[in-house]
């Protein structure tokens, strides 16, 4: 058998370039910062690896039954745009009003690693679509099963060294850095979560 048999390395690169290109790992640092920035180092380093399990947690179970989900619930895309798009929207509006720095720091903890990290910042909707889409295209061949397993962890290695090793910019920023980068993460955010509803609004309109 031939090598592609067992791993297609144009489906590998192709879903690793897709997938970096939409979670933007660079793009998450203000925004992990502007959560984490003023925690210990230890507890910037468990939220780290706590939102990039959980992102490859939601895109692996997207990947396996995604399409059987969407299905059996009757969810399009569009729809997950649009939850995606209101949760982001929340999150920033905290972000810009500074009205999340008044939460318990435990309850601190589990949101930041679930959302809005792990989902739906990184496990989003264009995540989870391009991953069904190569679930498509692989057309029940191993090689390209392989090759997409690998790229999806790829990716978020990628992610996890972005956020785990993002402390080095608080010893340039320091405290005042922080809270900017807070501010300019919320606004980030608000426009990402307006572009998804955005989107949303615009498949269910050309899917009608």
Partial sequence: MAFADYFDANLFFEAAITLVVIMDPPGTVPVFLSLVGRKPPSARARAAR????????VISLFAVAGQAILTYLGIGIPAL????????????????TGRGGSEPEAMEDVNVALVPLGTPLLAGPGAIA???VFVRQA????????????AIVTVHLVLWACMRYSGVLIKVIRESGITLLAKIAGLLLAAIAVQLVADSVRGFISGA
């Fill in 50 to 57: 706590q939102s990039v399990l959980v992102s490859l947690l």
């Fill in 81 to 96: 745009q649009g939850a995606g798009g209101l949760l982001l929207l929340l999150i920033a509006l905290d972000l810009l």
């Fill in 130 to 132: 391009a991953t069904i």
């Fill in 139 to 150: 057309e029940g061949r191993i090689g390209a099963y392989v090759a997409l397993a690998l």
